[in-house]
Each structure stands twice: as C-alpha cells, then as structure tokens.
C-alpha cells in the first residue's frame, strides 16, 4: 500500500504562483512514476505532469513552460510548481502514484483557484 497526502492549494490571481507537494509513504519502494492530474468541474481528469524514478519528465503542452514537476527522495515528497498561472488552471489537483506492480495509488486532490 501507498499513501499520498498532497498539499499547498488555494486561491491565486491569475499570473500568480503556487508549489503544491505530494508526500508518499508504505510501500514506496514499489514507486517508478508519479505524477500530478487534474479535473476541473465537468470535466475529465487530465494528466498535467509526470517525473519517473529516472527523473525524466513530461507535461501536457497546456502547462509546458510555466509548471515544474520535481521530486524529492529523500522526503519522499514531489512538488509542482505553478506559474503564471490562468484562470483556466483552475481544477482540483491530485497526485498519482504508480509501482512495478502496475497498481495506481491517489492522493486526495487539493483545489486551486484562480481568479482572473
């Protein structure tokens, strides 16, 4: 089993900045890539985000140049940072988990807002 507690969501202007963090805990040698979605409401969840064990990385080309996926392993923690963002931005955010055993763990989402 795998935990995922995410935090540092909130309310921003547009062209504001915001770090979330996602901490891991269990069974997280099982881990070979994380990363951050989010789903606006009527919308489908989306992939914003993703950084493997390797630290390679890959982002949806709405967020290209303005989001930072990182990861700390020491903390177990991976982080997005958000700039520039746009009201469009606007989703809760969760974090996904994914181990060698192909099971997806998820966090429990963190809303953030963006007012134009």
């Known amino acids: 089993q795998v935990q995922l507690v995410e935090s540092g969501g909130g309310l921003v202007q547009a062209g504001g900045s915001l770090r979330l963090s996602c901490t891991a805990s269990?069974?997280?040698?099982?881990?070979?890539?994380t990363g951050w979605y989010r789903q606006a409401p009527g919308k489908q969840r989306e992939l914003v985000a993703h950084?493997?064990?390797?630290?390679?990385?890959s982002y949806a080309d709405s967020v290209k140049g303005r989001f930072t996926i990182s990861r700390d392993n020491a903390k177990n923690t991976m982080y997005l940072q958000m700039s520039s963002l746009k009201p469009e931005d606007t989703a809760v955010y969760y974090c996904?988990?994914?181990?060698?055993?192909?099971?997806?763990?998820w966090g429990q989402g963190t809303q953030v807002t963006v007012s134009s």
């Open positions: 996904k988990a994914e181990t060698t055993t192909s099971i997806s763990y």
């Open positions: 950084i493997t064990n390797s630290g390679i990385t």
């Open positions: 269990g069974s997280i040698f099982r881990i070979y890539k």
